[in-house]
Every structure is written in structure tokens, then in C-alpha cells.
């Protein structure tokens, strides 16, 4: 179409000129032509494309000054000068850019050039909380700042230019998106290009699932969480475990034993529950050969904090649950827990606070029985402790169970109960009647004789023990003898089997302690079906009379006898053994300890000690031990091992011995596994 | 404290003779010899007296129970041991300490509730060492300030 017209205007020309006038100018050359062009301000790019009567172009380079068109005209041929393309970033205008060519050139069709109005790119942030946000249209960035609530990017672009603003880098935590992104630029500034922040979904938050493992002494347990997660265990001292599948915050676990190990049964306890926010270490795996019994002849012995009434708990007490049931009312029973097990003294006492407001079951009265001298008064009881205190109470009859096992009838000391009475002698420097004197709701004594205070008390003498109390006016108690057959007896002798002694075994734990220990404590030695044989590798039999084997410590001899021996008694919450005493200098700090009570060595001492059996005969087991600082012990650890103290005269292996033993205690007069009690066996 | 058992001191102090009790006066620690036989009644014990070249030392004894008083030489008790199957009344032992012992006692027991079989009193003026369990009780006091020059306290036990 342009090249038929450029090329026709000129052909009808000519025939117009030949048939118009032509002949009247014969001999003439072609008609002259004058170009069209003009001058140029302002270009400074490239890209200006010119047109003349919408055929004839030409294109201007930047920062040209003129133009001229190649077509020349005639005269009296119109012209028409436009624009065509416009420069990149500039706008073009004409002036005189149109007219009819006279006999000049035309050189006043001028082009006049300025730069481009530019818009500039962006948008409002929304929900934008960290840092790190970057965005880009090509190469153009730019940073956003946390909680920004706009943006712009640093370039403007002239109208009809695209953009296209992506996210070239997410802030921390948070996943940004642009909408209205991508477009062509107009004649305003884009705003809508708006970014739009959220907070990126956190990965599901785990937590691992373990505890404790005690007493595992033999290979094979796997334990398993889920019904999936396994996890097998290797025999050691108390030790930690975790799954290693992790549960999900809200998610339920169940620890059950998968495979037992060989010989030994683990009673998983605080197995299962929901996840809070926080790892779960709480569930605890107690091993032991004997917890296959549980719940017969065996029943579960916890060392921890104790009673929630006790005000300021005490670390290394082994604590029991109780059932007590009237005698004359059998179906109606007390169950009271956090009875502490003692090896050291005998007969089930209780505070009357345990019966009134006991643990489990409902409160029991138990009936006082009557002096055997007077077959009216009420016996009173002052349980002494070496320290010079005392507990005072009556005593009265019970039916006591411990697992499958009662004894019906038995006496036993109700501490702190109504008397008609008060002791003569003031019953001990402190007396103890409460929780927090305890520490426990009763004490389990499981000693290695047949009463509690024996021929000692069967006369009246210089030591307050027993009492004849009478509620006649005025009432009053007077120290009475009290026959042997009448005293508080051990409770494991009124068993109808398994009665000749005790078993209390507990785990090996770490030097630093736990919060809790659990172990196990087992009713007879050597009887029928009992699970309880006779295992110890030392028996030490003990003075009928004191109680006591010989220890030989530090070069002298403790001899057993009056005031003097060795005792294994888990109602003493350390080792205590004299600090300076014999041929060899060995003095130990207690100064960590107000009173000096315990001992302080800085680092750890490990220490050795021999035991016998009373009478010197037989050959002497060495026990080697470790003293820590009690300083350096935490105070939220219950179960310690390695604490001592200072004693005068006597070794008492009190209940960091236990830990990783399980201790014979058989009763005076009673075969135990082919030996006759009294004896102390490990 | 090096405290032994006073059944060891006994076994090397077997030179005993009978003495004759005065009648009672008053009891105990810090008291005079009168105090030994007011003692030894209330204790319902038989009494023995041996003589050192530094102190006496009256030896009571009920059932199975032995208590022994050291006297000084002037005759005024400076120390009490004890040891048998039950503890003796030591408000009849100590006497005027009684209040004192039973106060320090008390603390001693607040702060070391886990204490039951034993303890340990260390004061200006007396000195009270107490342990033992089931049938087996010892123990020891003295008042620091009349114990006779030259007598070694571990004798004591």
C-alpha cells in the first residue's frame, strides 16, 4: 500500500504535466523536489522513528539535532510529518509539521523531545514480622523491613512498561506472596502490587519419651513404646532411657516390655499418658528377680520425698504401703503408704493421724489390749530412739497386710494416740508424733528379733519403755516389766508363711543419687514357692542379744555388744561409722554440715570395711564404699549412695548399703534358708 | 568426738570396791557424790566405785542397763556414759542440764529430721553424745569446764 502510493502520486503527476501543460513547455526537465526535515532538541535516545504523509520514514538516532525525510517533493506537494515510534524514555512533539512545499527545502518541521513521565512499583505489606524480605522486578530490588506495612521499588517505570514483582528471598519464619504482580505500567503509580505475609507452619513439634531403668542386672529387655518403638537395654546401674521415636505434643505413649531379660521381671511404672511440652523422663523400669512376686510375698518399696504432710523431707527412706483392718471389723482397713521399712528396730507402728485420715480405705480404730498384769489397764508404749527421743502411744491389735500376706491380731504401737495417761519418764528428750518427726506415717520394723525390746524390758529398770496405764481417777502410767510374749512383735512373724524374715533388695544407682529408687521388699527366706532363696554369698549372724555383728574398720574392732557392732538398718539414711576411732589416724571434715551430722570429704573417699560374724567365727567379708561431700549431693535427689556420717562405738550400714543389694534379715530362733536367725546375709 | 563404749572403759577399770551410798540429794551431772546415789535410786540400780588417781568413777547398774558418773576428785560429777537395751531417763542423768540438752536437742532435731538413732550436742558447757536402736542405747555427756586437767576425754567412752 505505501510503496503502490509513494510511486503513483508521482506517475499521475507526470501525466497531468504532459497532458496540462507539457506541450506549452516543450523541451523543460522533470519538476524540482525539495526535501521535508526540521531541527531536533531534546532527543537523547534512541529509537525516534519519523513519518512523512504516512509513508515515507526515517529513523533518528540519539541525540541527533535534525532530520530530513529521503523523499523530496515538489512544490505544491502537501506534506504531513509524524511521529512514529517515540524514542525509549522520551516523548516527542512536532511543530510546523505539516504544509504544502513551496520552492525552499522544508526545514522547519521541528521535533522537540523530553524525557518520559515514570511510575513507580509497589504495594502494602501485610503480616510481615521478621527481617529479610527481599523483592525484585528484574534486577530491581529492594530490602522490606520487619512489620513494614508498604513498599516501592527504587526504579520507576514509564507507562506501558511490564513488571513483574516476585519475592527473591523470604523473611525469617514467614512465606510471602504478591498479588497483582505482574502488569503493565499506565499513567499512575502501581499500588496494588500488595505483598501478603504468613507466618510459615512450624514443624510439628516432638518430644522424646524415657525415664529410668533400675535394677537391671541381667541382658534381654526391650521395652517398647506404641506398640512399635523399641528400645533395648543393656544391664547397668540405674540408668536413663529414651525412645527413639519422638511423640508429638498432645500425643499419647504407653512404655510396655516388649521381652523380659533372662531372670529378672521389669515392672514398668508411669508407662503411659499424653505429651505436654516438655520430654517425657518420668517413666520408670524396675527390674529385680523378685518383682515376679509382686503383689504376693513381695510387695514395692520406694525410696523418695515421702509423705506430703512431712514439712522438710528427709533423703534415704524406703517407704511402704500398709493395709490395716480392724480385728474386730475385718472388712473395714486403712491403706496407708509411706510406712518406712526398717531393718533396724521391730514392730508396725503408725501415727494415729495415718488411721484417722489414712491413705486409702476408710479410718480404723484399732482396740488397746490390756496389761497382762492388771488384765484392765492399757499398755503405753515409749519407742525410744538413740538420739533420746521417743514416740508414746498404746498398744493395740491389728489385722496387717502386706501384699498377700496378713498377719491377724498383731500388736502394734498407735504413736501419738489418746492415753489415759502420761509416761513417768517424760518418753525421751523430743517426743516424736507427727508426720514431719518421721517423715512417714509409720514405721515397718523388720529387724532381725522376734520383739521389739525383749528381756530388757521385762523387768522394771532404769530405761523407760513400757507402761501400765489406767484411766482411773487420776488417771496415770507407771513403768511396768512387760513379758516377752506381750511386747510388739515383728509383724512378719504373725505371717502364716514366709515368716521367718525379710528380703529388702534395692537398686544400684548413680554416685550423684535419684529423686526416687524403687525396689522391692520380700516376705520369707527360703520357703516354699516364695521366689526367696537363700542367695547371699556373706551371712553374718548377729548377737541374740544386741542385735549386732563385728565390724572391723579403720584397724580397731567393733565388736558386737553392748553399745558397740555392726548393724545393717535401712532406718538409718547413711552410712555412719565411727570418724576417729582405732590405731589410725583418719579424721573426715564434717564441717559442710551445721552440728557436724554428716560427713564432707573434698573429693569423694573410698574407704573399706570388714564384717564377721559376732562371735569373730568365719571368715570376714570386705565391703568397700565411697563417702561423697553431702554438700555436693542435690537436694532433689532422695535416693543418695554414697552418704555418711560420724557414730561412736558402732557401723551402721544404713540404707546407701542396700543400693544394688538385696539384704537377708533373718529372726532370731527361725531357720532361714538352711541357717538359723538371727542373721544379716548379702 | 572420739567417743568409745564405756563396756570398754569398764574392762579396763575393773578395780573396783564397794562403796556405801550416801542417801540422795540431788542428780546428776554437775551435781555432787550425793547425786550419784540419788541416781543409782531413781535408776533402781546397784552401785560400784572405783578411784582414779584423776577421778572417781561410780559405776550403776540396772538390768542391762550400766551407767557410770565420773566424779573429780573434789566430788562433783563432770561426765555420765550409759549403754544398754533401753535408754536411761536422762532428765534424772543430766539434772540441771536437762533444759539445756532438751533445748539443743530439739534444734538439733529441726534441723536434721532424718536424725532419729542419733545425737550429737557440742555446747560451751555441756556435751551430750547419744545414739543406738533396738537394744542396743549408748551414750555420753560431760560439762567441758569440769572435766579435771589432764584427763583425756576418748578415756571417757
Known sequence: MKHAYRWTAPLALSVLSACGGGSSHPGSTAPKAYTIGGSITGLTAAGLVLLDNGGDTTTVAANATSYTFPTALGTGIGYAVTIHTQPTGETCTITNGSGTVGSANVTNADVSCTASPTYTIGGSVSGLTASGLVLADGSDTASVAANATSYKLSTGLPSGTTYDVV???????????????????????????????????????????????????????????????????????????????????????????????????????????????ANVTSVIVSCSQYAANLGSNVVAVTVGNGPAAATSPVFNIPYVTVKVCEPSSPTTCAIINNVEVDTGSVGLRLLASALTAPDGGSPVSLTTINDPGTHANTIGECWRFGGGSGAWGPVATANVSLGSETASGVEVQVINDVMDGAPTGGCGTVQFGNVSDFDANGVLGVGVMQQDCGTGCTTVSAGDYYYTCTSSSPSSC????????????????????????????????????????????????????????????????????????????????????????????????????????????????????????????????????????????????????????????SSDNYALDDVGGPTTGSFDWGLPFFYGRAVFVAIDGKSAGGTTGPYYAY | MTIKHP?????????????????PARAALGGNADSVGADSTALQGQLRSTSLVQYDVESITSGALVVHEYLTLAGQVFAVTWAGPVPPNLQQLLGSYFGEFQSAALAAHRANPGMRRQLDISQSDLVVESSGRLRDFHGLAYVPSLVPAGVALNELQ
Open chain 1, 167 to 277: 519475592v527473591s528471598a523470604q523473611p525469617t519464619g514467614e512465606t510471602c506472596t504478591v498479588a497483582n504482580a505482574t502488569d503493565t505500567v499506565g499513567s499512575a503509580n502501581v499500588t496494588n502490587a500488595n505483598v501478603s505475609c504468613t507466618a510459615n507452619t512450624p514443624p510439628p513439634v516432638t518430644y522424646t519419651i524415657g525415664g529410668t531403668i533400675e535394677g537391671l542386672t541381667a541382658a534381654g529387655l526391650v521395652l517398647q513404646d506404641n506398640g512399635g518403638d523399641n528400645y533395648g537395654a543393656t544391664a547397668g546401674t540405674a540408668f536413663s532411657f529414651t525412645f527413639a521415636t519422638a511423640v508429638a505434643g498432645g500425643g499419647a505413649y504407653a512404655v510396655t516390655v516388649k521381652t523380659q531379660p533372662t531372670g529378672e521381671t521389669c515392672i514398668v511404672s508411669d508407662g503411659s499418658g499424653s505429651v505436654a511440652s
Open chain 1, 478 to 633: 507407771t513403768q511396768v516389766g512387760m513379758p516377752v510374749v506381750n511386747q510388739v512383735p515383728n509383724p512378719v512373724m504373725g505371717f502364716a508363711q514366709d515368716n521367718n524374715g525379710i528380703i529388702l533388695q534395692l537398686p544400684a544407682i548413680p554416685d550423684a543419687g535419684l529423686p526416687t529408687a524403687n525396689g522391692y521388699l520380700v516376705f520369707g527366706i527360703g520357703t516354699a514357692g516364695g521366689g526367696n532363696a537363700l542367695t547371699a554369698t556373706t551371712v553374718l549372724t548377729a548377737d541374740p542379744n544386741y542385735t549386732t555383728f563385728t565390724t572391723l574398720y579403720n584397724g580397731a574392732t567393733l565388736t558386737a555388744g553392748n553399745g558397740t557392732g555392726g548393724i545393717i538398718d535401712s532406718g538409718s539414711n547413711a552410712l555412719f561409722f565411727p570418724n576417729d576411732n582405732g590405731p589410725t589416724t583418719n579424721v573426715i571434715d564434717t564441717s559442710c554440715i551445721p552440728g557436724g551430722a554428716f560427713y564432707c570429704p573434698e573429693p569423694p573417699i573410698s574407704l573399706t570395711a570388714q564384717n564377721e560374724n559376732y562371735d569373730g567365727s568365719g571368715t570376714p567379708s570386705t565391703v568397700n564404699f565411697t563417702i561423697d561431700s553431702i554438700a555436693d549431693l
Open chain 2, 7 to 23: 563396756s570398754i572403759l569398764l574392762a579396763g577399770l575393773a578395780l573396783g570396791m564397794a562403796l556405801t551410798a550416801a542417801p
